[in-house]
C-alpha cells in the first residue's frame, strides 16, 4: 500500500548507523513516500540512501547551528517545495551525573534535542513550506516521561520536546498541521548495545526485565511514525505516543 506516494517528508538523523532512523527512512520509503535525509555526514546519509528503493534527497546539515536553521529551511523550500511532514530524529544521548554536568554539555543536550526541533517547526510552520495536512513527529523518550538516574539532561531534553508538542499543536492547528512526539524506551540495536556494556551485566539483564513485552525494535518506532505522519492519525496532535514494550506501566 503505497498511501504516501510522492509525499516529501525532512527525517533528521538519516545516517545509516542510526537505528531508529534508518528504520523509520525505510517505513516512509517502502509506503512511497520522497524523503529529505538530514544529518551531519554526507557519507552516512548516502549511505542510507543505497538502502532505499525510491528517490531521495541527502542533504548534509549540522542542526546544532541553530541560527543557521532558518535561512537553512528557506533553502530547503526554493529547492523541494511545500514538505508533507518532518520528522525529527537526530538526538544527543549519554549519560550526565550531576557532579559532572557543564554548561557545555546542557547545551550539546538542549541544541539538538530541543531547540532544533523548535526552530524546524518555526520554519517549516510558515505558509508555503508546508502542505495540507502536514505531520511534524518528534522521537522523544521515555526518559521525558520519568527521571532516569544518571541521565538529568537527556530527560529533561525530551521532557521539554513533550512540551514542545502540545503547545505547537494547539498553535499549528489552525495551519491543519498535526504535531505529535514517539516516545521509545530502550531500542535495540547498536546504541543499545553501547549502553549496555557501559553499566555492566546485571544493570543490563534487570533494565531488559523492566520491558514486559520486551526491548522495541527500531521498526516498532518506525511503525509509530508512520501512523502519525500518514492520514491515519488525522485527528491526532499534541499527543507523545509511548513506544516502551510496558516499561512505564511498571
Known amino acids: 500500500m503505497m498511501n504516501l506516494k510522492d509525499k516529501l517528508y525532512i527525517v533528521t538523523g538519516a545516517a545509516i548507523d542510526s537505528d531508529i532512523g534508518l528504520a523509520i527512512?525505510?517505513?516512509?520509503?517502502?509506503?512511497?513516500?520522497?524523503?529529505?535525509?538530514?544529518?551531519?555526514?554526507?557519507?552516512?546519509?548516502?549511505?542510507?540512501?543505497?538502502?532505499?528503493?525510491?528517490?531521495?534527497?541527502?542533504?548534509?546539515?549540522?542542526?546544532?547551528?541553530?541560527d543557521d536553521i532558518?535561512?537553512?529551511?528557506?533553502?530547503?523550500?526554493?529547492?523541494?517545495?511545500?514538505?508533507?511532514?518532518l520528522v525529527?530524529?537526530?538526538s544527543f544521548q549519554g549519560y550526565s551525573p550531576l557532579r559532572s554536568i557543564s554548561a557545555k554539555q546542557i547545551n550539546n543536550y538542549f541544541d539538538v534535542n530541543f531547540s532544533a526541533a523548535l526552530m524546524l517547526t518555526t520554519a517549516f510552520s510558515r505558509t508555503k513550506y508546508y502542505s495540507h495536512n502536514a505531520s511534524f513527529v518528534y522521537i522523544g523518550s521515555v526518559a521525558g516521561q520519568r527521571g532516569l538516574k544518571a541521565r538529568t539532561l537527556y530527560a529533561a531534553s525530551k521532557a521539554a520536546l513533550s512540551s514542545l508538542v502540545q503547545s505547537a499543536a494547539l498553535e499549528l492547528a489552525i495551519k491543519s498541521i498535526r504535531v505529535n512526539c514517539v516516545a521509545p524506551a530502550i531500542v535495540s540495536g547498536a546504541k543499545a548495545d553501547k549502553q549496555?556494556?557501559?553499566?555492566?551485566?546485571?544493570?543490563?539483564?534487570?533494565?531488559?526485565?523492566?520491558?514486559?513485552?520486551?526491548?522495541?525494535?527500531?521498526?516498532?518506532?518506525?511503525?509509530?511514525?508512520?501512523?502519525?505522519?500518514?492520514?491515519?492519525?488525522?485527528?491526532?496532535t499534541g499527543t507523545t505516543l509511548i513506544v516502551d514494550g510496558g516499561f512505564l506501566a511498571g
Open 88 to 90: 525529527h530524529s537526530a
Open 70 to 85: 532558518l535561512p537553512w529551511a528557506k533553502t530547503i523550500n526554493e529547492k523541494y517545495g511545500p514538505i508533507d511532514g
Open 196 to 236: 549496555f556494556q557501559t553499566i555492566g551485566e546485571h544493570q543490563s539483564q534487570a533494565l531488559i526485565a523492566a520491558h514486559p513485552l520486551g526491548l522495541c525494535a527500531p521498526e516498532d518506532v518506525a511503525n509509530s511514525v508512520y501512523f502519525l505522519v500518514s492520514d491515519l492519525s488525522l485527528k491526532i
Open 25 to 66: 527512512c525505510k517505513k516512509l520509503d517502502a509506503h512511497g513516500a520522497k524523503l529529505i535525509l538530514v544529518g551531519r555526514r554526507e557519507e552516512a546519509l548516502e549511505a542510507t540512501r543505497c538502502q532505499l528503493v525510491g528517490d531521495h534527497y541527502v542533504v548534509p546539515y549540522d542542526l546544532s547551528r541553530l
